[in-house]
């Protein structure tokens, strides 16, 4: 058995991003950046207003109070995607929306708001300051400006960013092909069950939360506990997938036939056991073909519980390590703990837990059923409370260490 995070280590040392593709900036959603992102133009790309109102030059405005507003003739109106062609008369203001091009006779844009408006003249109540209102070329960044940094996720506004560059395509890191074998001469599927049987859910609940990371090519095989069907699923498997994917019979009982099978396809085993709570039978191992062509097998445990957790916390950050991201753990807080628990030692437990944000700080309930079979406590769970491996208690009161569930 080792500590979880030697584990977790060991999976992250055997993975690499995969191969770089362009991909059209419509289907970038979620996808890592496979190069730094350096600014084609300036930002913005030329003088403009923030608001819209009235350009001036400064000194027209000197003394304007309420009780004296200044009045200037308006010279014109420049929506924004126009170009004022002509130079701004002396003495005149100049009417522009927001976005509209700045001319360069225009030192400040006063707020239509601020300014009143009757036959073609504008009537200013104070004085304005130079460049106010007026975004200026280059205010954000200029060119060649590192915009997004390799491993960025592509999230709404980092999508935004790019179009704001005019980039239609954008290089980003290969997605792995996910295959997920699920084991157990028990499970059925939707429909009737027989005596015995049990719905399968961790075929449900896995492949979802590999969806969840924007990952498509997902395929979901079912197999019975016989060591034949074991073999021939995983075979098929490593042949298509980047990462296979196994649910149940990796434990120690007589029908527990993943690692053997695996092992017999050739398949090199880098741990089996982590001590952690729940997901103990955890497997993970490498298999390697003629051509050089990597696959890695997670052999997750059955119990639904410890299926997913151990998913979120070795190999989800294996995925996204495989997508290219840069951030690949957990975002993860300190919490006051509403109730006492305890365990054993000797384990890492991750307890599910409820995260709230309180008057008094961030608060986190421990859920009460957390044994591993236990899923309902864990759709309702939006954290994990990191109960440290030689810790037996915690008490009521006392930070404790708080992971996101990003689900
Ligand atoms: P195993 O790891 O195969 O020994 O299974 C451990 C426990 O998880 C047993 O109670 C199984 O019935 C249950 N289990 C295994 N696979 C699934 C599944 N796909 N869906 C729901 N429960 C499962
Ligand atoms: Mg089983």
Redesign the pocket.
Same mark, same amino acid.
């Given at each position: 058995m080792i500590p979880f995070s030697e584990a977790l280590d060991e999976v992250l040392a055997r993975v690499a991003a995969m191969e770089r593709e362009d991909v059209a900036l419509g289907s970038a959603l979620g996808r890592f950046l496979a190069s730094n992102v350096k600014a084609l133009s300036a930002m913005p790309r030329f003088d403009n207003s923030s608001v819209d109102g009235f350009g001036v030059r400064v000194s027209d405005l000197e003394g304007a109070s309420s009780e004296h507003p200044v009045r200037l003739p308006v010279a014109g109106t420049v929506p924004a995607g126009s170009l004022w062609n002509g130079s701004l008369p002396p003495r005149a203001a100049l009417k522009l929306m927001t976005g509209a091009p700045v001319p360069p006779e225009v030192e400040a844009v006063v707020m239509r708001e601020d300014v009143d408006e009757a036959s073609g003249a504008a009537a200013f109540r104070g004085p304005a300051e130079h460049g106010q209102n007026i975004r200026r070329r280059g205010g954000e960044y200029g060119v060649g400006a590192l915009l997004l940094r390799e491993g960025t996720k592509l999230t709404p506004p980092a999508v935004a960013v790019l179009a704001s560059q005019g980039m239609a395509r954008v290089s980003v890191h290969g997605r792995p092909r996910v295959q997920l074998v699920?084991? *157990?001469s028990?499970?059925a599927l939707q429909g009737g069950l027989a005596a015995a049987q049990?719905? !399968?859910?961790?075929?449900w609940g896995l492949e979802a939360a590999i969806r969840c990371l924007g990952i498509e090519d997902v395929r979901v095989t079912t197999c019975r !506990?016989d060591p034949g069907e074991v073999r021939s699923a995983l075979a098929a498997a490593i042949e298509e997938g980047d990462v296979v994917i196994t649910? &149940? &019979?990796?434990?120690v &009982?007589d029908? !527990?036939f993943v690692p053997s099978a695996f092992e017999s396809l050739g398949g090199r085993r880098r741990f089996w056991r982590v001590a952690i709570k729940p997901g103990k039978?955890n497997y993970f191992g490498e298999w390697e073909g003629a051509s050089g062509r990597r696959t890695f097998l997670f052999g997750l445990? *059955?119990?639904?519980v &410890?299926?997913l957790l151990s998913f979120e916390r070795l190999v989800r950050p294996a995925l996204l390590k495989l997508m290219g991201a840069r951030e690949l753990r957990p975002a993860a807080l300190q919490a006051r703990l509403t109730q006492a628990i305890h365990k054993a030692g000797g384990r890492l437990e991750f307890v599910r837990g409820i995260l709230a944000n309180t008057a008094e700080g961030a608060e986190v309930e421990p859920i009460a059923a957390r044994e591993s079979?236990m899923l309902v406590g864990l759709a309702s769970a939006n954290c994990l409370i990191a109960f440290p491996r030689d810790a037996t208690r915690l008490e009521a009161g006392s930070l404790v260490d708080v992971e996101l569930l990003a689900w």
């Open positions: 699920v084991t *157990g028990e499970l049990i719905y !399968d859910s961790n075929g !506990d649910s &149940g &019979g990796v434990s &009982g029908f !527990d039978p445990p *059955g119990n639904p &410890g299926a079979h």
